[in-house]
C-alpha cells in the first residue's frame, strides 16, 4: 500500500513478533479489564496518557479495543502505531475511519486523519512519546529531550494519526496542542 511504516507482522523478527504479542496480551488480559472495573482510563506518570482505541475489524466487523498512549490536539487526539503498516487498528482505521476514543470515563465519537505531512508527524510522533510514561522511552532514549533526527527515525518506522472528535474534547484550556505545534 505504498505505507512507511515496519513490515507487516509476519515479515517482523522473531523478537518484535514476541513483543507484539506480549504487548497484545498485556492489553487485552490485563489493560482493559482493569480500565473497564476502574470506569474509564486514568493518567498515570508511569502510564502516561492512555485511551482505548474502540475500531470496528475490517474482515469480522467485530468491535475490537486497544489502548493507546495519546496526545491531545485542538479537535482530539494524535496515535502513534508503533508497529506501522503491520498493526491491526490500523488496518481497521483505513478500511472504516469512523471509531471512538475513551479518553477517562468519556466516550468520544470520531473520525481517523492519517498523518502523512513531515512536519505534522514529527510533531505528533514527538507530543505521543512525550506523552507515553515509560513507554516514550521504548527506543532508548528520553523523548523530552530528542532531536529531531531521533524523532525522524521513528516517524520512518512508524505511522500517525489524527482522531478528530465530532464534538470538542475537554482539554484545560492551559494544555497546548503539542501534536500540531500549537
Do not use: K
Not at 487485552?28 to 470506569?39: A, N, S, V
Not at 489502548?67 to 508497529?83: C, D
Not at 533526527?149 to 500517525?160: F, G, S
Amino acid at each position: 500500500d505504498g505505507a512507511v511504516g515496519w513490515p507487516h507482522r509476519r515479515d517482523m523478527s522473531v523478537g518484535m513478533r514476541l513483543l507484539h504479542w506480549i504487548l497484545r496480551v498485556a492489553s487485552d488480559r490485563i489493560m482493559l479489564p482493569c480500565f473497564e472495573r476502574l470506569g474509564g482510563t486514568r493518567d498515570t506518570v508511569l502510564g502516561g496518557r492512555l485511551c482505548v482505541l474502540r475500531t470496528v475489524g475490517r474482515r469480522t466487523g467485530l468491535p475490537r479495543e486497544i489502548p493507546l498512549s495519546y496526545a491531545p490536539t485542538t479537535r482530539g487526539v494524535a496515535l502513534l502505531a508503533g508497529f506501522g503498516r503491520g498493526t491491526g487498528w490500523v488496518y481497521n482505521l483505513r478500511a472504516r475511519p469512523r471509531a471512538e476514543v475513551l479518553v477517562g470515563d468519556r466516550p468520544y465519537q470520531a473520525t481517523a486523519v492519517e498523518i502523512v505531512e513531515r512536519q505534522q508527524a514529527r510533531r505528533a510522533t514527538r507530543a505521543v512519546l512525550r506523552s507515553a510514561g515509560a513507554a516514550g522511552f521504548f527506543y532508548g532514549w528520553d523523548p523530552r529531550r530528542a532531536s529531531d533526527e531521533r524523532i525522524d527515525a521513528v516517524v520512518e518506522q512508524t505511522l500517525c494519526f489524527h482522531l478528530v472528535f465530532d464534538q470538542p474534547p475537554p482539554w484545560q484550556p492551559a494544555q497546548r496542542d503539542t501534536a500540531n505545534g500549537r
